[in-house]
């Protein structure tokens, strides 16, 4: 079983950047697909990026491609999500999630089981 924890999140001004880190515990984190998903009030939690477990492929939302940057460390058990130009609209808690690699890559979050508590990203315009 992987626990995932969230940090980075904060209050930034529109055009900055930030990054997010998501630390995982248990054995077998490498073999996990990682995705960043994240919910603004009111919306419902929507897709970010995602990146297989050997950094082969990556994927991203089209509302954050070419700003945001998923990558992770199988050494270190982290995943990250590098956000630059970022935008007002980019508001929302953020959350790291887990799928086992063996089930493939999928965009919707009815696809993870395995979630962190969230950190909030906030950019003021």
């Known amino acids: 079983q992987v626990q995932l924890v969230e940090s980075g999140g904060r209050l930034v001004q529109a055009g900055g950047s930030l990054r997010l880190s998501c630390a995982t515990s248990?054995?077998?984190?490498?073999?996990?697909?990682m995705a960043w998903f994240r919910q603004a009030p009111g919306k419902e939690r929507e897709f970010v990026a995602t990146?297989?477990?050997?950094?082969?492929?990556?994927y991203y939302a089209d509302s954050v491609k070419g700003r945001f940057t998923i990558d992770r460390d199988n050494a270190e058990n982290m995943v990250y999500l590098q956000m630059n130009s970022l935008k007002p609209e980019d508001t929302a808690v953020y959350y790291c999630a887990a799928r086992p690699a063996q089930l493939g890559v999928v965009l919707s979050p009815a696809g993870y089981d395995l979630w962190g508590q969230g950190t909030q990203v906030t950019v003021s315009s």
């Open positions: 248990g054995r077998t984190f490498s073999s996990y697909v």
């Open positions: 990146i297989t477990w050997n950094r082969g492929r990556t």
